[in-house]
């Protein structure tokens, strides 16, 4: 069983063609596994190799503005944890508020901020899945980031550190919630991730996460972010994202 698992964000599924010996299980094959609905996302749970190491990867995530709940969004986190993985990584497609940020950059998520209405550990706790008020002090391992930098100096990849402000979506943002969330202390913004860390981190697994920055918003950005420009800017970003990721499950 992999002690790794990673869930790919949107324009990044072909990641997955990087994994190899793969064996793919369908969602609509897994008990309880909601089934993803959006354009460019796949929904499989992969097991296979990656770095020489066993890895577990979603092709496709749940995303809160499909319509899930909290707890269908989180579910394959707990099937991760139950399966044993002790170590997450996340990637998503963002919109950048940093003034310093270009499209197709990669954000080393150092931090995020939760504005989804709804926190997925709501409700009745189970104390062998985690504690009841888990701290949220190093949501992303600092250990992991250094790694990722150390890595992207080698390889001469330009990366970014950043916080990512996980809103519900499914609308981009108005210029002024862009620069809202720049003043609160974003980086770059998306609709997805959160809930998932913060479930990673209640069941004790370390998290890294990053983000491909597809767009730019703040009010002096007039160009209008779509869905398949995000796709477009996150495949063409998609190799520097992947490399960064298979060194480090190879040194993990
Ligand atoms: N806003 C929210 N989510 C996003 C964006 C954005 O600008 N780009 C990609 N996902």
Known sequence: MPKTAIILGTGLGALVDHIEDKQYLPYSEIPNFPVSTVEGHSGNLIFGCLGGKRVMAMQGRFHYYEGYDMKQVTF???????????????????????????????MIITDHINLFPENPLRGKNYNELGP??????????????????????????????????????????????????????????????????????????????VSVITDLGGKDITEVPSHEEVQKAAETAQPKMMEIIRQMVARL
């Open 76 to 106: 394959p986190v707990r099937v991760m944890k139950a399966l044993g993985v002790e170590t997450l990584f996340v990637s998503n497609a963002a919109g950048g508020m940093n003034k310093e940020f270009v499209v197709g950059d990669v």
């Open 132 to 209: 009841r008020f888990p701290a949220m002090t190093e949501p992303y391992s600092k250990k992991f980031i250094s790694l990722a930098d150390e890595i992207a100096k080698e390889k001469n990849i330009r990366v970014m550190h950043g916080v990512y402000v996980g809103t519900p979506g499914p609308t981009f943002e108005t210029p002024a919630e862009y620069e809202y969330f720049r003043i609160i202390g974003g980086d770059a913004v998306g609709m997805s991730t959160v809930p998932e860390v913060i479930v990673a981190n209640h069941a004790g697994m370390k998290v890294f996460g």
